[in-house]
């Protein structure tokens, strides 16, 4: 069993940046693939992106957030971190974090795909 705990949401204004951070437990973090979702109200739950485990950093973004968010990881430290930055009204919602032990080539962003969710934090980007 796999334990995911996320932190770092909250109000920011447009344009400001955030960091998110999950800490996983139970399991070797190093053999896992980590990603980001977001839900925003009235919609379904989107790919946001991910880090590949055993890649040697391979990481995924979803086009809208390409070049303005970041995903990395610190094995030693278990934890995952999502830099947001230009944060726009649009990135508003929850944003969950994920595990999975295996993900093959290619579906990085199908969220069945990931086993293990975090209970998610809340985002709100203000205009």
């Known amino acids: 069993q796999v334990q995911l705990v996320e932190s770092g949401g909250g109000l920011v204004q447009a344009g400001k940046s955030l960091r998110l951070s999950c800490a996983a437990s139970?399991?070797?973090?190093?053999?896992?693939?980590m990603g980001w979702f977001r839900q925003a109200p009235g919609r379904e739950r989107e790919f946001v992106a991910t880090?590949?485990?055993?890649?040697?950093?391979?990481?995924y973004y979803a086009d809208s957030v390409k070049g303005r968010f970041t995903i990395s990881r610190d094995n030693a430290k278990n934890t995952v971190y999502l830099e947001m930055n230009s944060l726009k009204p649009d990135d508003t919602a929850v944003y969950y974090c994920?595990?999975?032990?295996?993900?093959?080539?290619?579906?990085?962003?199908?969220?069945?795909?990931?086993?293990?969710w975090g209970q998610g934090t809340q985002v709100t980007v203000s205009s």
């Open positions: 994920a595990a999975a032990i295996f993900v093959y080539s290619g579906t990085y962003a199908d969220d069945r795909k990931y086993t293990y």
């Open positions: 139970g399991r070797t973090f190093s053999s896992m693939t």
């Open positions: 880090t590949v485990a055993w890649s040697g950093g391979n990481t």
